[in-house]
């Protein structure tokens, strides 16, 4: 023990910051202070003598105490820095190529500390853009298919007309070439007014009469089968007057395009809700596909096909106006087993209409 400083090495297993002092009065050598680190042991020698023994090693031990906490939140403090630079460095290397990445987290994140929650957020954050990315990249795919088909008519219409142009009739032709315009045209409109109430933007709150809009809308739009209508007077809602215009259309058109013989349209107004139902008597949809029908460029069969003039868009358009008036739209079970019923409920506005429509 003659020594002023000894050292050695220990395992260095446990990262963590675990120390022992211990104060000790050797005969004749006077008082030391042992220091155990992880990787160290420090043996000083506080005082000389007994008698000032008890003053200095109190001094000692304060000052050894002050540099061990030190030692501890610097080390503490180095292991969080790393970790959140880790976390930033995945961020930074997340991409639209490449969002698979993700951070380590304990089972469960509640058991860890704030950056083990931090990184479960992160990766929280991180799924939702990767599926979002990825449904933008179905979206695009899918968008680029409905252009290319009239496209291709419209091209091959005027290559034909073209290449025998004596034979062909050019009025004919000319129609034809606008059918296909028409449909481009309906599909450019569509994917516009997704853009619009994607951006999350909320509608106008006018006052709006919803028995009038929807006759109007019938007014405006000659169908194929008749349509039955049930519509009670004054049944008013806020919201914008164009975007539940295009809603109403956009269920009157789906429900006349597979109907088989009529379509029925009610308006009341019932529980604080305005509710507007249209049905059809097609062949219906089944419960399992009932939400599938609202998902963008769904087309559950022939019979729902693109050869009926439908941009796969519309009852698409139509839930996510009903969304963004605090609305639910859905598909229920028709009264007569028969056909397919949709149903609109909207917060019914506290007066009556004076007449938006």
Known sequence: MSAENMAANAPRGDRSVRTRITMTVLPRLGLFLIVALPATYLAVRAAPSPRVALPA?????????????????????????????????????????????????????????????????????????????????????????????????????????????????????????????????AIVEDLHMLSLLDTGHRPRRDLVDLSALTSAVLSASPTRVPVCTDIALGVAVQGDPVQLRALVTNLLTNAERHAKSAVSITVAAGDGAAVLEVTDDGGGIAPADRERVFMRFTRLDTARSRDRGGTGLGLSIARDI???????LRIEDPVNGQGARLVLRLPLAAERASITS
Do not use: C
């Not at 009903?322 to 639910?328: C, E, K, L, M, T």
């Open 57 to 185: 090693g109190l001094a000692v031990l304060g000052a050894a105490v002050l540099v061990v906490a030190g030692l501890a939140v610097w080390r503490a403090a180095g292991r969080t820095t790393r970790r959140v630079e880790r976390l930033g460095t995945a961020l930074r290397e997340a991409t639209a190529a490449d969002l698979g990445r993700r951070m380590p987290v304990p089972p469960r994140p509640r058991d860890g500390d704030e950056v083990d929650r931090l990184a479960a957020a992160v990766n929280r954050t991180l799924d939702r853009l990767e599926r979002a990315v990825e449904y933008e990249r179905r979206f695009a795919s899918d968008a680029s298919h409905e252009l290319r088909t009239p496209l291709t008519g419209l091209r091959t219409r005027i290559e034909f007309a073209l290449a025998d142009h004596e034979e062909n009739d050019p009025w004919q032709t000319l129609r034809d070439v606008l059918k296909d315009a028409d449909r481009i045209q």
């Open 322 to 328: 009903a969304s963004a008036h605090d609305g639910r």
